[in-house]
């Protein structure tokens, strides 16, 4: 059992950090010739990576001795940030938990010494420490056990690392940024949601809130029958750059009727707003609007988070200007699915408003200096896919 009781239903587990000596391996690596790594705990490290849990490491050791058996030990690769040195463990969890920018209730921590748990849970009372003996366990217990795996939580490292890199590039260029992001070879991919990524795309709507422009929760019912409906369109945003995949980082919900569409939904990762995901999917639906000749209307609700996405519909051109085509917008049965997004665990709750509906009139839009983009024609509706490429 944890040091720690958790509620009936506790947060779950974001990273997971281990202590190393007698806790990831048998013996302590400065007095033992040889340090044994036990199957059961190789199994649950390779166990929680495919859940999406991240793991890191936080060991009193010699830094380059204790990598190097990591690596002979060919688990290495599934550490993110660790923590080798001789300083308190507290100090080390804290910087752990903030390089990845997780609330300390997200973390865990295991370690065969009650001292050390005892210390960082001293500090870092919302950490979540465990003893060494549970460590061929956690892989059955609530907090490590997400409802369900979606393709990006079972890439989540290696997003995350190459982040790091990709973060470690920019702080050392020295150009501007329109060159660093065309130097990154940046690719966005706009696509129906298939059946595999629409629970992502659930996540995203209740995830995500800065970047969100109605705060509203589509449920995994939802989206399945609104994907399969011709009126409606429900489009995923991926990307990857040559420093490897952003995944899933947008969803876009479009209903079209004869002279408007209606946005009903635009949201994006706020992992990716200094590339300018937001304004670039915006710009290709104004396109695509312009090319099938309707006017666009979207849907906007205030928050005290989505300030940056209200710029954004600003931005690109929306305003309250009075249009016939609202009509079509306004007598559109609305949905009982259809709701405001409800906290969801680790999420703030939010105050929402009433929703505006902005317009724009569509005009052509040039393609973004900075971004390959592959995109559907939405001016049809083919039983193919009849993606386009943008050249950047």
Known sequence: ??????????????????????????????????????????????????RGVLQSVCSRNDHDLAWARLEELGVAEYFVLPEIGWGPK????????????????????????????????????????????????????????????????????????????????????????????RSLDLVMRIGRATEEEITRVEELTLRTSQMNATGVHYSDRTLRELSADPGHEVLVTTLTDRFGPHGAVGVTLVEKHPAVWHLKLLATSCRVVSFGAGSVILNWLVDQAAAAGVHLVADFRRTDRNRMMEVAYRFAGFDEEPCACRDAVRTAPARAAERPAQAAEGAEQQETTEVERLHLVAAPRPPSTTVRLIAPDLTARPAADTSVVAPA
């Not at 400065?30 to 649950?44: G, K, Q």
């Not at 409802?147 to 990709?166: H, I, L, P």
Request: charged share 30%.
């Open 90 to 181: 507290s100090e080390a969890v804290r910087r752990i938990a903030d390089g990845l920018n997780f609330a300390h209730r997200t973390i865990a921590f295991i370690d065969d010494q009650p001292a050390e748990r005892a210390e960082v849970a001293y500090h870092l009372p919302d950490v979540r420490c465990y003893p060494a003996e549970e460590a061929s366990a956690l892989t059955g217990l609530p907090e490590f056990s997400p409802a369900v795996s979606t393709v990006d939580s079972r890439r989540r490292r290696e997003m995350y690392q190459a982040g790091f890199r990709r973060e470690t590039e920019r702080s050392a260029y020295e150009g501007p940024d329109e060159e660093f992001l």
């Open 1 to 50: 059992m944890s040091d720690k009781t958790g509620a009936d239903a506790p947060a779950l587990v974001k990273c997971l950090i281990w202590d190393l000596d007698n806790t990831l391996w048998q013996g302590t690596l400065l007095e033992d010739a040889e340090v044994r790594l036990p199957d059961a705990i190789r199994a649950a490290i390779v166990e929680l990576d495919s």
